[in-house]
């Protein structure tokens, strides 16, 4: 969860670079608290839980992405591939997936990992 909460804190920070593993975990976190929401709309009959859970985690979960591209040092322009279904989705799943450059690159520090 000390991950989950690290994206929020940084909610809006779009510059800097974001590890694999805080990616991953905020991903992770966040389609679980999603799915439970939408299980809990689906059983009172309503669709706002969910719906009002994304659009407040909308700004944080590109914040992480823009970052986590610059730790492969790309720009925040490679985003604009989720305009394009499948492949453009794919080509950002391999780019979050892989490794981060291991020095300085022009975005910023290595990010450090915490336990």
Do not use: C
């Amino acid at each position: 969860m000390d991950w989950y909460f690290k994206v929020l804190r940084n909610y809006a920070t779009f510059r800097g670079r974001a590890h694999r593993r805080e990616f991953w975990m905020f991903t992770l976190v966040n389609l679980i608290l999603f799915g439970v929401l939408h299980v809990i709309d689906r059983i009172i009959g309503w669709h706002t839980l969910s719906l009002l859970y994304e659009l407040l985690v909308l700004v944080p979960s590109l914040a992480v992405q823009v970052r986590r591209l610059h730790d492969t040092d790309r720009s925040w322009r490679w985003l604009l591939l989720l305009l394009f279904p499948v492949i453009g989705w794919l080509a950002l799943l391999a780019f979050y997936s892989q490794h981060g450059t291991p020095q300085e690159n022009r975005f910023g520090p290595e990010p450090k990992l915490f336990a």
